[in-house]
Nanobody, 119 residues
Framework: QVQLVESGGGLVQAGGSLRLSCAASGSDFRINNMGWYRQTPGKQRELVATVTGSSSTNYADSVKGRFTISRDNTKNTMYLQMNSLKPEDTAVYYC?????????????WGQGTQVTVSS
């Protein structure tokens, strides 16, 4: 069974940093694009950043220059380095992966990790 597991969330003061990780586990899968999304209560899930299999990246305007997305294909793991955090970055962060398994191609989501930035 293929799954995505996030880690690295927590509580940090404004201006601080956190690093999120998302590891894919299971067997017989291939990962295409990956991304981080975030959601706050009452709002739709929004895109934070994406990274392709060849490590091309894309960022939401709100995080450009502060967040860095990366991936290690040898470890099937994606990262989000978050610097200069702001209270408005507080959200549950979800990782997403476009994956191919024996079941076919579909999107997979992690369980989410809470990031709280205090002012």
């Amino acid at each position: 069974q293929v799954q995505l597991v996030e880690s690295g969330g927590g509580l940090v003061q404004a201006g601080g940093s956190l690093r999120l990780s998302c590891a894919a586990s299971g067997s017989d899968f291939r990962i295409n694009n990956m991304g981080w999304y975030r959601q706050t209560p009452g709002k739709q899930r929004e895109l934070v950043a994406t990274v392709t299999g060849s490590s091309s990246t894309n960022y939401a305007d709100s995080v450009k220059g502060r967040f860095t997305i990366s991936r290690d294909n040898t470890k099937n793991t994606m990262y989000l380095q978050m610097n200069s955090l702001k209270p408005e970055d507080t959200a549950v962060y979800y990782c997403n992966a476009d994956m191919v398994t024996y079941l076919g191609r579909r999107d997979y989501w992690g369980q989410g990790t809470q990031v709280t930035v205090s002012s």
